[in-house]
């Protein structure tokens, strides 16, 4: 049975960091593609980064330059560095497989979640 427990969230000021990770059980996360989603109040669930099996990344406009995912296939975890945070970057965040998203192959599952606000 697949699990993401999301951690690392808080409260920081603008300009700060925060350093999110997603420790997966139960799927071997070295066979999929892997993202970072958020939601915002309000607003839908985003994909913001995403990490091919091979290592590339991609990121929404919005954060790059800013924000870094990376992958340890031998821990199962997933992680995303965030620098020079925004007010705008206050979300929910989430990671989960692209491809099952799409495709439905676990039901609709999404972790818990890390709540990141940004805010002086």
């Known amino acids: 049975q697949v699990q993401f427990v999301e951690s690392g969230g808080g409260l920081v000021q603008p300009g700060g960091s925060l350093r999110l990770s997603c420790a997966a059980s139960g799927i071997d996360v070295s066979i999929y593609v892997m993202g970072w989603y958020r939601q915002a109040p309000g607003k839908q669930r985003e994909l913001v980064a995403q990490?091919?099996?091979?290592?590339?990344?991609n990121y929404v406009e919005s954060v790059k330059g800013r924000f870094t995912i990376s992958r340890d296939n031998a821990k199962n975890t997933v992680w995303l560095q965030m620098n020079s945070l925004k007010p705008e970057d206050t979300a929910v965040y989430y990671c989960?497989?692209?491809?099952?998203?799409?495709?439905?192959?676990?039901?609709?599952?999404w972790g818990q979640g890390a709540q990141v606000t940004v805010s002086s």
């Open positions: 990490i091919t099996l091979g290592g590339e990344t």
């Open positions: 989960n497989a692209p491809g099952a998203i799409v495709t439905g192959l676990w039901n609709g599952y």
